[in-house]
């Protein structure tokens, strides 16, 4: 019997997730709900294996080993897994740069 977590989104994940999907819908509804429906069934599919992600390569620089990641390109979707929960805490686009992303939320302590 495998391990079963509990996927819980956080309220910063589910406004990433919805500033891409409106960004898509612009152009192609169609896409956009494509695009929302594969996010969330790789995301949610985290309930086994969460250990399935890397490690994200740019807080492990740091010894911060405790986030981790699925790409579901070009999204990178962190985690953080914790006790029975998997917390979904961001939903970034690769293209971006990371680093500018987090400090941007910390200083600016957007939700």
């Known amino acids: 019997m495998t391990n079963r977590y509990k996927v819980i989104w956080s309220e910063i994940a589910e406004h990433d ?16 709900l494509k695009v929302l429906n594969k996010i969330k069934k790789k995301s949610d599919a985290l309930y086994r294996l969460p250990e399935r992600g890397r490690i994200v390569p740019e807080l492990r620089e740091f010894n911060i080993l405790q986030y981790r990641e699925i790409i579901i390109d070009p999204w990178r979707v962190i985690y953080k897994a914790t006790g029975k929960n998997v917390f979904v805490l961001s939903v970034i686009d690769s293209r971006r ?3 500018d992303i987090l400090l941007d939320r910390l200083v600016n302590r957007r939700s």
């Open 97 to 99: 740069n990371i680093e």
């Open 17 to 32: 997730l919805e500033r891409i999907i409106k960004y898509i819908a612009i152009d192609s509804p169609s896409n956009a």
